[in-house]
């Protein structure tokens, strides 16, 4: 089955330098081309392409709008996501508006052709060789931030343990735990436990998933 592409970006010598890429790799075409985010979303609209590669930079707004859009409308089409703006925040940015891979401008044509191999078979999974290197950094950062009374109390309530319960273990009154479960909760940008445990296992605060207590 031909795997059929639309590029977003607005410098034609890349589209074009993506286009013999994908024709020398066999077994893609490239459907359409696109120069902003408007005329992106036309052709995915019109299109329908198996993938979307697009940049972030793109003169009318971000790629990202590109990513969210073409997720919201499918769960099947691959979003690749190249650009020359390869930091962490760009990387989180694009795993969350559901992006399937993520390269750097620097990235070989091979990379590329991988990656959108890649995206065609599992669209929802996120293909990042930076990405163990982020969240660790992101991990780093967290811990920094947390205490470590607030990280004994996490660690407890993915133990699945009450308030209460935390409170005997820990030797401290059950207000004082849940004046240090604010405290982490805003840290974490979360609003439950649920969502502190997600996140603590994102940034490699814990180390499997657990039952959560009510």
């Given amino acids: 089955m031909t795997v059929r592409v639309l590029l977003v970006d607005d410098h034609d010598l890349v589209r074009q330098g993506l286009v013999r890429a994908f024709e020398r790799a066999g077994g893609f075409e490239v459907v359409g081309q696109a120069a902003t985010v408007k005329e992106a979303l036309s052709r995915w609209t019109v299109l329908r392409p198996d993938v979307v590669l697009t940049d972030l930079q793109l003169p009318d707004g971000s ?8 997720r919201a409308d499918s769960d099947t089409a691959g979003v690749v996501v190249l650009t020359l703006h390869a930091g962490d925040p760009q990387v989180f940015a694009a795993l969350q508006a559901g992006a399937s891979a993520f390269l750097g401008k620097e990235s070989r044509c091979e990379e590329v052709v991988g990656a959108a191999r ?8 996120f293909l990042c060789t930076g990405l163990a290197g982020a969240l660790m950094r992101r991990a780093e950062t967290t811990t920094t931030r947390l205490s470590d009374r607030e990280l004994d109390v996490l660690r407890l309530v993915a133990e699945g343990l009450r308030t209460a ?3 005997r ?6 207000s004082t735990v849940k004046l240090h479960l604010g405290q982490l909760y805003r840290k974490l940008g979360v609003t439950s436990r649920t969502e502190a445990l997600a996140a603590g296992l994102r940034l490699g605060l814990l180390m499997a998933p657990v ?4």
Avoid: D
């Fill in 118 to 125: 890649h995206a065609i078979r599992s669209p929802r999974s």
């Fill in 211 to 214: 039952p959560i207590a009510g």
């Fill in 169 to 174: 273990t820990l030797f401290l009154a059950e």
């Fill in 165 to 167: 319960e935390i409170a």
């Fill in 63 to 70: 790629g990202l709008e590109v990513v969210r859009a073409v």
